[in-house]
């Protein structure tokens, strides 16, 4: 079989290459959960040398296909068969997996808090001699994977010292410490911001002409267009087809929606027609230092405002002090030295801790739901209630029977969370589908404004709309929303205002007839803020 030369035609028109030239068949392939069957008689081939993407939905059975691939899943514990170079393999662990070429990395990060950047890298590939670490050799050989892949920072620092974005960087460093022939990246550019995610692909790119094939999942069509040679296409843990970006058909985003969803996503973004009103937070001169080193500024005076019934964005490359922004604003949550002024409703308010900002009806939905949004070992129901349990509970502080059960299904059945009941591990959601709770757990808490910090990141083109419609629902509600996004265009799709943020300094304000990603990128990377920084550009004040 390894030696057959004859061509077939590929699920999606086009042709297949010769086994001979395939470094990886993956035939037949169903694995089972208790009750879910996650996938159903998957194939997938992927040609030496190629950058192959694979598409669906949250919970289409993406990341369990290449869990089984890298032996994350066993064999034994799924039926089908995987070849490998032609030979058929058998892992039975990740280490099976590595010694043979292939390398995964993972949606979830997987870095130890604690180490450095460094014992991050060569952790279990230790840079020893006769036992013995070599830590000056760990240092430098790990300053120099940094530096491959776009990271000047010290290679002793930890992971708590730096974002969520590079961290993921650090997890790709990880990898290419390892021989590799077959890289799996799950959703590599998910917490990256375009400019970063444009450094990632010339990675990519750099690989293959290396010779080393990629897998690449990712709910970026864009992204997916602009690195992949062929997309195949996976709905509800079935191979659906097998698309060729090469080929004499053109594929476009359209086409990959088409077979991700079933169906055709006419628009991107649901019709919204705003209905603002009165100002519902104004934050003036707000200023933030760095928790650690206290004399670093991380928000430079910043002034922003948000109405009620309005959707205001917030662009800025990793590190302009987005996010730093948000968690100071969320009862001083991080940093420093914080000084300025909050306005609410014409008002001034104090906001020392996280209960004062809730109090004052102010709620932040965090870029990480896994590690700060959600508490994955518990269901939907005590999720959601985990934000006001006033609601639901008696004078004495006790949580009344039935209370949380009531508001928890009424949220699975205004956000459409695909879960059989409340009592669904939030952990065993898909992303968007946690998303989705996220979102419950702070709506019922009825604040006035309220912080979205990422909160498409993950998730696919059809859950993307869902959220995108749950966000007008709030404005239309006369919630103040403030929404924190890497992607230039849901930015420019859904907000009525965008701020613009360089080297923690608002650098400019576009209100969305005018918003362009070259406008917005001309401010995000401006190295001083205009005179007027934080005061809106001519013409964009309502």
Request: proline share 3%.
């Amino acid at each position: 079989m390894a030696t057959q030369k004859t061509e077939q035609a590929g699920s999606g028109g086009a042709p297949v290459a010769p086994v001979g030239d395939l470094i990886l068949q993956m035939r037949s392939i169903s694995k089972e959960f208790p009750g879910v069957k996650a996938l159903s008689d998957v194939t997938l081939e992927v040609r030496r040398g190629e950058v192959h993407a694979i598409c669906g939905e949250n919970g289409a059975g993406k990341s369990t296909l290449m869990k089984v691939l890298s032996g994350v899943y066993p064999y034994g514990t799924y039926t089908g068969d995987i070849l490998l170079n032609g030979e058929e393999v058998r892992f039975k662990g990740i280490r099976d997996s590595e010694e043979a070429g292939v390398v995964i990395i993972h949606q979830e990060l997987a870095l130890v808090p604690r180490l450095s950047l460094a014992e991050n890298i060569f952790l279990g590939n230790e840079q020893a001699a006769g036992g013995v670490v070599d830590w000056n050799l760990t240092r430098s050989q790990g300053a120099k994977l940094l530096k491959r892949v776009g990271l000047a920072d010290n290679p002793d620092v930890t992971p708590l010292d730096i974002g969520v974005g590079k961290q993921q960087l650090v997890e790709i460093a990880k990898a290419l410490s390892k021989k590799v022939d077959l890289l799996i990246l799950d959703e590599p550019t998910a917490a990256l911001n375009d400019e970063d995610s444009a450094h990632l692909l010339g990675l990519i790119r750099e690989f293959r002409d290396q010779g080393i094939t990629s897998i690449i999942i990712s709910h970026k069509l864009n992204e997916i267009a602009a690195i992949a040679d062929r997309v195949t296409v996976i709905r509800d843990g079935e191979t659906i087809e097998t698309l060729d970006f090469h080929g004499a058909q053109p594929v476009t985003e359209d086409r990959i929606i088409r077979g991700m969803v079933g169906r055709s996503l006419d628009h991107r973004f649901p019709e919204h027609h705003p209905q603002i009103g009165e100002e519902a937070l104004r934050v003036e001169d707000w200023t933030v230092h760095h928790p650690i080193d206290t004399e670093r500024v991380i928000v430079d005076h910043a002034n922003i405002n948000v109405r009620r019934g309005e959707i205001v964005g917030l662009a800025g490359l990793m590190g302009a002090g987005r996010t730093e922004l948000a968690m100071s604003l969320f009862g001083r949550s991080w940093g420093s030295n914080i000084s300025g002024r909050v306005f609410k409703e014409g008002q001034e308010i104090t906001l020392r801790r996280v209960g004062d900002a809730i109090a004052a009806g102010i709620a932040y939905t965090t870029e990480d739901r896994k590690a700060l949004g959600l508490n994955l070992i518990q269901t939907i129901r005590e999720n959601v209630s985990a934000s006001a349990l006033g609601k639901v509970s008696n004078w004495w502080g006790v949580v009344r029977s039935g209370a949380e059960e009531v508001v928890a299904e009424k949220y699975r059945k205004e956000f459409r969370i695909k879960a059989p009941t409340v009592e669904s591990l939030v952990g065993k959601l898909s992303g968007g589908n946690q998303q989705k709770v996220v979102l419950s757990k702070w709506v019922n808490a009825d604040p006035d404004v309220l912080i979205l910090d990422e909160p498409t990141r993950g998730i696919d083109v059809g859950a993307k709309y869902e959220i995108y419609g749950i966000i007008n629902a709030l404005a239309d509600a006369g919630k103040a929303v403030i929404v924190i996004s890497s992607e230039l265009p849901e930015l420019i799709g859904v907000c009525d205002r965008i701020y613009a943020m360089s080297q923690g300094r608002i650098t400019g304000e576009v209100p969305r007839e005018q918003a362009t990603q070259e406008e917005l990128m001309r401010y995000m990377t401006m190295e001083k803020a205009p005179a007027a920084a934080g005061v809106a550009v001519e013409g964009t004040n309502r």
